[in-house]
């Protein structure tokens, strides 16, 4: 059974920085095309940041050059650096894993306040 679990979701700072990590089990993390995504409240679902299996990646205008996704397959684990967060970043984030089939995970809460 495929497991994805996000972490690393809090409350910070307009300006500051997070770094979330999705953890995945079950499946063959390395061939899986790795996403991150975000829903605030009243929204619908949005994609933020995309790495393929051979690392390139592409991003949502509204987060580009302040978010970067990497991946580490050895601990099939994503990333998403989060700088200079804005409130309008404040969302649930959502780890996607597609290899065939798509899989979610249950989502960190990102939240940006003073």
């Known amino acids: 059974q495929v497991q994805v679990v996000e972490s690393g979701g809090g409350l910070v700072q307009p300006g500051g920085s997070l770094r979330l990590s999705c953890v995945v089990s079950?499946?063959?993390?390395?061939?899986?095309?790795m996403g991150w995504y975000r829903q605030a409240p009243g929204e619908q679902r949005k994609f933020i940041a995309v790495?393929?299996?051979?690392?390139?990646?592409s991003y949502a205008d509204s987060v580009r050059g302040r978010f970067t996704i990497s991946r580490d397959n050895a601990k099939n684990t994503v990333y998403l650096q989060m700088n200079s967060l804005k409130p309008e970043d404040t969302a649930i984030y959502y780890c996607?894993?597609?290899?065939?089939?798509?899989?979610w995970g249950q989502g960190t809460q990102v939240t940006v306040s003073s």
């Open positions: 790495i393929t299996t051979g690392g390139s990646c």
């Open positions: 996607n894993a597609n290899n065939y089939f798509s899989y």
């Open positions: 079950g499946n063959d993390f390395s061939r899986s095309v």
